[in-house]
Protein backbone atom coordinates (compact mmCIF):
# COMPACT_ATOMS: atom_id res chain seq x y z
CA UNK A 1 0.00 0.00 0.00
CA UNK A 2 1.61 3.46 -1.18
CA UNK A 3 2.48 5.91 1.88
CA UNK A 4 0.49 8.64 2.42
CA UNK A 5 2.42 11.94 1.48
CA UNK A 6 0.69 14.76 3.34
CA UNK A 7 -1.62 14.59 6.61
CA UNK A 8 -4.77 15.20 3.78
CA UNK A 9 -7.25 11.74 4.89
CA UNK A 10 -9.44 12.57 2.04
CA UNK A 11 -8.74 13.85 -1.74
CA UNK A 12 -11.84 14.35 -4.12
CA UNK A 13 -10.77 15.91 -7.27
CA UNK A 14 -13.27 15.90 -10.84
CA UNK A 15 -15.84 13.76 -9.19
CA UNK A 16 -18.83 12.98 -11.97
CA UNK A 17 -21.54 10.62 -11.49
CA UNK A 18 -24.73 9.77 -13.64
CA UNK A 19 -27.15 7.01 -12.64
CA UNK A 20 -28.95 5.67 -15.89
CA UNK A 21 -31.43 7.42 -17.19
CA UNK A 22 -30.50 10.30 -14.56
CA UNK A 23 -28.61 13.82 -14.87
CA UNK A 24 -24.94 14.01 -14.23
CA UNK A 25 -23.89 15.15 -10.82
CA UNK A 26 -20.94 16.91 -10.25
CA UNK A 27 -19.11 17.05 -7.49
CA UNK A 28 -16.82 20.09 -5.76
CA UNK A 29 -13.13 19.46 -4.89
CA UNK A 30 -12.66 18.65 -1.40
CA UNK A 31 -9.74 18.13 0.84
CA UNK A 32 -9.83 16.62 4.50
CA UNK A 33 -6.82 16.90 6.95
CA UNK A 34 -6.76 13.93 9.49
CA UNK A 35 -9.20 15.12 12.53
CA UNK A 36 -11.19 17.64 10.18
CA UNK A 37 -14.62 16.52 11.04
CA UNK A 38 -16.73 17.75 7.68
CA UNK A 39 -20.46 18.11 7.19
CA UNK A 40 -21.73 17.35 3.90
CA UNK A 41 -24.74 19.12 3.75
CA UNK A 42 -27.20 20.27 0.63
CA UNK A 43 -30.55 19.90 -0.42
CA UNK A 44 -32.61 16.58 -0.71
CA UNK A 45 -31.55 14.89 -3.69
CA UNK A 46 -28.26 16.86 -4.24
CA UNK A 47 -26.25 14.08 -4.35
CA UNK A 48 -25.01 13.60 -0.52
CA UNK A 49 -25.33 9.72 -0.15
CA UNK A 50 -23.93 9.44 -3.72
CA UNK A 51 -21.14 11.15 -2.65
CA UNK A 52 -20.50 9.06 0.65
CA UNK A 53 -20.74 5.79 -1.62
CA UNK A 54 -18.33 7.21 -3.82
CA UNK A 55 -15.82 8.09 -1.35
CA UNK A 56 -16.52 4.66 0.60
CA UNK A 57 -15.50 2.70 -2.36
CA UNK A 58 -18.98 1.80 -2.87
CA UNK A 59 -19.96 3.50 -6.33
CA UNK A 60 -17.24 4.23 -8.74
CA UNK A 61 -17.40 7.65 -10.10
CA UNK A 62 -17.46 8.15 -14.64
CA UNK A 63 -14.36 10.78 -13.77
CA UNK A 64 -12.66 11.92 -11.19
CA UNK A 65 -10.17 10.78 -8.24
CA UNK A 66 -10.74 9.20 -4.62
CA UNK A 67 -8.03 9.36 -2.83
CA UNK A 68 -8.28 7.99 1.17
CA UNK A 69 -5.27 8.08 3.21
CA UNK A 70 -3.50 8.53 0.53
CA UNK A 71 -4.37 5.60 -1.71
CA UNK A 72 -6.73 5.90 -4.84
CA UNK A 73 -9.57 3.83 -3.93
CA UNK A 74 -10.60 2.97 -7.74
CA UNK A 75 -7.08 1.91 -9.10
CA UNK A 76 -7.14 -1.16 -6.33
CA UNK A 77 -8.54 -4.23 -7.75
CA UNK A 78 -12.35 -5.28 -6.22
CA UNK A 79 -10.85 -7.72 -3.52
CA UNK A 80 -8.10 -5.19 -2.49
CA UNK A 81 -10.44 -2.69 -2.18
CA UNK A 82 -12.68 -4.34 0.01
CA UNK A 83 -10.08 -4.85 2.31
CA UNK A 84 -9.09 -1.83 2.49
CA UNK A 85 -12.50 -0.28 3.00
CA UNK A 86 -12.65 -2.83 6.00
CA UNK A 87 -9.46 -1.49 7.43
CA UNK A 88 -9.55 2.30 6.75
CA UNK A 89 -13.10 3.26 6.63
CA UNK A 90 -15.95 2.72 8.85
CA UNK A 91 -19.72 2.75 7.46
CA UNK A 92 -22.69 4.01 8.99
CA UNK A 93 -25.62 4.05 6.82
CA UNK A 94 -29.02 3.97 8.05
CA UNK A 95 -30.34 0.71 5.76
CA UNK A 96 -27.02 -1.17 6.84
CA UNK A 97 -28.15 -3.32 9.20
CA UNK A 98 -26.13 -6.05 11.51
CA UNK A 99 -26.61 -9.34 10.52
CA UNK A 100 -29.82 -10.64 11.64
CA UNK A 101 -28.42 -14.72 12.34
CA UNK A 102 -25.17 -13.52 14.15
CA UNK A 103 -24.86 -12.02 17.70
CA UNK A 104 -23.60 -8.52 18.08
CA UNK A 105 -19.94 -10.16 18.96
CA UNK A 106 -20.24 -12.26 16.18
CA UNK A 107 -20.88 -9.44 13.88
CA UNK A 108 -17.78 -7.65 14.89
CA UNK A 109 -15.73 -10.68 14.27
CA UNK A 110 -16.97 -10.77 10.42
CA UNK A 111 -16.48 -6.94 10.44
CA UNK A 112 -12.40 -7.75 11.52
CA UNK A 113 -12.13 -11.01 9.09
CA UNK A 114 -13.38 -8.66 6.02
CA UNK A 115 -10.78 -6.67 6.68
CA UNK A 116 -8.26 -9.30 6.47
CA UNK A 117 -7.59 -9.45 10.29
CA UNK A 118 -7.13 -11.42 12.90
CA UNK A 119 -10.35 -11.71 15.13
CA UNK A 120 -9.68 -10.21 17.90
CA UNK A 121 -12.02 -10.56 21.22
CA UNK A 122 -10.42 -8.08 23.58
CA UNK A 123 -10.57 -5.43 20.94
CA UNK A 124 -14.66 -6.50 20.29
CA UNK A 125 -14.72 -6.34 24.00
CA UNK A 126 -13.16 -3.24 24.56
CA UNK A 127 -15.07 -1.25 21.80
CA UNK A 128 -18.31 -2.89 23.34
CA UNK A 129 -17.88 -2.03 26.98
CA UNK A 130 -17.06 1.68 25.51
CA UNK A 131 -20.34 1.94 23.87
CA UNK A 132 -22.42 0.67 27.13
CA UNK A 133 -23.03 -2.52 24.74
CA UNK A 134 -20.83 -5.16 26.62
CA UNK A 135 -24.04 -6.90 27.90
CA UNK A 136 -25.69 -7.38 24.39
CA UNK A 137 -22.43 -9.39 23.10
CA UNK A 138 -24.10 -12.59 22.74
CA UNK A 139 -27.63 -10.87 21.95
CA UNK A 140 -29.01 -10.87 18.40
CA UNK A 141 -29.79 -7.68 16.15
CA UNK A 142 -33.02 -8.29 16.47
CA UNK A 143 -33.39 -8.14 20.21
CA UNK A 144 -31.98 -4.93 20.30
CA UNK A 145 -33.50 -1.43 21.43
CA UNK A 146 -33.21 1.12 18.49
CA UNK A 147 -30.53 3.26 20.58
CA UNK A 148 -28.87 -0.03 21.29
CA UNK A 149 -28.63 -1.14 17.70
CA UNK A 150 -27.40 2.16 16.62
CA UNK A 151 -24.51 2.13 18.81
CA UNK A 152 -23.95 -1.48 17.83
CA UNK A 153 -23.85 -0.06 14.26
CA UNK A 154 -21.04 2.41 15.63
CA UNK A 155 -19.14 -0.37 17.30
CA UNK A 156 -18.79 -2.50 14.08
CA UNK A 157 -17.90 1.19 12.28
CA UNK A 158 -14.82 1.90 14.50
CA UNK A 159 -13.88 -1.70 15.41
CA UNK A 160 -10.93 -2.03 13.00
CA UNK A 161 -9.61 1.81 14.16
CA UNK A 162 -10.92 3.38 10.62
CA UNK A 163 -9.35 6.68 9.17
CA UNK A 164 -12.68 8.07 8.12
CA UNK A 165 -16.01 7.39 9.78
CA UNK A 166 -18.81 7.83 7.17
CA UNK A 167 -22.17 8.66 8.44
CA UNK A 168 -25.31 8.91 6.83
CA UNK A 169 -28.15 11.69 8.28
CA UNK A 170 -26.90 9.41 11.33
CA UNK A 171 -29.26 11.50 13.56
CA UNK A 172 -32.58 11.70 11.19
CA UNK A 173 -35.01 9.80 13.09
CA UNK A 174 -33.80 10.66 16.87
CA UNK A 175 -35.13 13.08 19.04
CA UNK A 176 -32.72 15.83 20.75
CA UNK A 177 -31.34 13.54 23.44
CA UNK A 178 -30.74 10.83 21.23
CA UNK A 179 -29.85 13.00 18.63
CA UNK A 180 -26.63 14.85 21.23
CA UNK A 181 -25.62 11.32 22.77
CA UNK A 182 -25.37 9.96 18.94
CA UNK A 183 -23.39 13.20 18.10
CA UNK A 184 -21.44 12.74 21.46
CA UNK A 185 -19.97 9.12 20.86
CA UNK A 186 -18.86 9.43 16.91
CA UNK A 187 -17.20 12.41 18.47
CA UNK A 188 -15.38 10.26 21.05
CA UNK A 189 -15.00 7.47 19.03
CA UNK A 190 -13.38 9.75 16.34
CA UNK A 191 -11.19 11.30 19.18
CA UNK A 192 -10.07 7.81 20.45
CA UNK A 193 -9.73 6.07 17.61
CA UNK A 194 -8.29 9.03 15.74
CA UNK A 195 -10.70 8.70 12.98
CA UNK A 196 -12.00 11.98 10.89
CA UNK A 197 -15.82 12.07 10.66
CA UNK A 198 -17.68 12.87 7.33
CA UNK A 199 -21.31 13.34 8.17
CA UNK A 200 -23.88 13.62 5.73
CA UNK A 201 -27.03 15.90 7.51
CA UNK A 202 -29.39 18.51 6.85
CA UNK A 203 -29.85 18.74 10.87
CA UNK A 204 -29.30 21.78 12.59
CA UNK A 205 -29.03 20.33 15.69
CA UNK A 206 -25.66 18.51 14.01
CA UNK A 207 -24.50 21.49 12.27
CA UNK A 208 -24.03 23.41 15.80
CA UNK A 209 -21.54 20.29 16.92
CA UNK A 210 -19.22 20.00 13.43
CA UNK A 211 -18.28 23.50 11.64
CA UNK A 212 -16.62 22.39 8.81
CA UNK A 213 -18.70 21.91 6.05
CA UNK A 214 -18.31 20.99 2.03
CA UNK A 215 -21.75 22.23 0.33
CA UNK A 216 -22.99 20.59 -2.30
CA UNK A 217 -23.17 22.57 -5.36
CA UNK A 218 -22.06 22.73 -9.33
CA UNK A 219 -24.28 19.57 -9.69
CA UNK A 220 -27.46 19.71 -12.09
CA UNK A 221 -30.57 19.21 -10.39
N1 LIG B 1 -30.06 4.18 -7.43
C1 LIG B 1 -30.39 5.30 -8.08
N2 LIG B 1 -30.81 5.24 -9.38
C2 LIG B 1 -31.12 6.36 -10.04
N3 LIG B 1 -31.05 7.59 -9.53
C3 LIG B 1 -30.64 7.72 -8.25
C4 LIG B 1 -30.30 6.58 -7.47
N4 LIG B 1 -29.91 7.00 -6.23
C5 LIG B 1 -30.03 8.35 -6.26
N5 LIG B 1 -30.46 8.79 -7.46
C6 LIG B 1 -30.68 10.18 -7.86
O1 LIG B 1 -29.45 10.88 -7.70
C7 LIG B 1 -29.65 12.16 -7.10
C8 LIG B 1 -28.85 12.25 -5.81
O2 LIG B 1 -29.38 11.33 -4.87
P1 LIG B 1 -28.76 11.17 -3.38
O3 LIG B 1 -29.50 10.06 -2.73
O4 LIG B 1 -27.29 11.07 -3.50
O5 LIG B 1 -29.15 12.59 -2.75
P2 LIG B 1 -29.15 13.08 -1.21
O6 LIG B 1 -28.57 14.46 -1.22
O7 LIG B 1 -28.48 12.05 -0.37
O8 LIG B 1 -30.70 13.14 -0.90
P3 LIG B 1 -31.50 13.04 0.51
O9 LIG B 1 -31.05 14.19 1.36
O10 LIG B 1 -32.93 13.17 0.07
O11 LIG B 1 -31.17 11.69 1.09
C9 LIG B 1 -31.16 12.29 -6.93
O12 LIG B 1 -31.67 13.03 -8.03
C10 LIG B 1 -31.66 10.87 -6.93
O13 LIG B 1 -32.96 10.81 -7.44
Redesign the pocket.
Known sequence: MKEHITNAVIRLKGIA?R?????S?QFADLEVRKGQHTL?L????????????ILSGLLKPDAGAVEIDGQELYELPARKLDEFRGQRIGLIFQEAHLVKSLTVKENLQIAQGFAGAQVDNNRIHEVLELLNLGHKANSYPGKLSRGQMQRAAIARAVINKPAILVA??PTASLDDRNTESVLNLLLAQAEQQGATLII?T?DKRVKTRIAHAYE?GG?K?
Open positions: YYAGGELIGDSGSGKTTLLHDEAHMQQ
